[in-house]
DNA sequence: CCTAGTCCCTATAGTGACTAAAGGTTCAAG
DNA sequence: CTTGAACCTTTAGTCACTATAGGGACTAGG
């Protein structure tokens, strides 16, 4: 009834230090331990910690998934807290999704134009060199 | 005919801080210094520091930038060097934007179906929580 | 020549969300 | 009781910067 870290690790999919690194920043409760120091979580412990999994898994950051484990925890409240960040979340992948796309088309561009002979007529090196580019913002991945 | 860094940094749009870091990790040559161990630079490092830029605005991570600056040193070599970082990059770009559409996909149906009451019957919570969900990998962003 | 103010210098630490490694302890099976 | 896997803590590393502290250099005006 009660497991080991490494077993809540392969229960879940979550790596052992990361579970670790989750207590040490708060987002699991210190669970109890054996006389030797070592950890012991029940079913609860796996609940929580699949939350958080799915929550990253849908790329939420850590403090919004504590406000999101915080909301149900109280589970009265207006449920329109945890629809503003999973909102907030959705606008940022599809900015996301935008600038790749965005991204997407000049590589194909640079890429498609290359007649690939030496470097000196690349297109890909060219493009790259042209300083004629004044767009704004570093792409974020 | 020479610059300050300042200068080198307003004509590039890249912060003072972060030039002085690609100098450190070797992606930009140390420039001459004046008496007083101030950094001048020339048009070389405005054309050197643009091409830098405009490759980490593409999303491609130091050393591949490392690579695209010494094939551009080097004009006598074929280009498939760079057609080969490049579409690395776009195939990057690509699975990420396969993974985030799928991401925005559940976020929609998520949010969606939450009829917005209570927290105790919040579809955005109840899809986190629940634990059949057992799709692999994390995202990314 | 002096001063004020802006720019520049180095070195170090912090970001987010982990991951890896070192060096030691505990547990479960046989 | 012994073996070996799993556990423990602490510290440092990842990426590409960004921020801060504590000082020195340069330029324009008086």
Redesign the interface.
């Known amino acids: 009834m009660d497991f080991s870290i490494g077993e809540l690790a392969r229960r879940t999919?979550v790596k052992v230090p990361t579970i670790r690194y989750y207590e040490q920043i708060g987002l699991l409760a210190p669970p109890p331990r054996t006389e030797g120091q070592q950890r012991r979580y029940d079913k609860k412990g796996?609940?929580r910690l699949?939350?958080i999994?799915?929550?990253?898994?849908?790329?939420f950051n850590i403090e919004a998934i504590r406000a999101?484990l915080s909301?149900?925890d109280?589970?009265?409240?207006?449920?329109?807290v945890?629809?503003r960040?999973?909102?907030a979340?959705?606008a940022e992948?599809?900015e996301?999704?935008a600038s790749?796309?965005a991204?997407?088309t000049?590589?194909?561009r640079?890429?498609e134009e290359?007649a690939?002979?030496?470097?000196?007529?690349?297109c890909?090196?060219e493009?790259?060199?042209?300083?004629s580019?004044?767009?704004?913002?570093?792409?974020?991945?």
């Open positions: 999919q796996i609940a699949a939350f999994r799915h929550a990253r898994e849908l790329g999101l909301l149900q109280n589970p009265d409240q207006s449920c329109s945890a629809d960040i999973a909102s979340r959705l992948v599809e996301r999704i790749l796309s991204l997407r000049e590589l194909e640079m890429i290359c690939c002979g030496r470097v000196a007529e690349c890909v090196i493009t790259l060199a042209d300083n580019h004044r767009n704004g913002r570093l792409a974020e991945s």
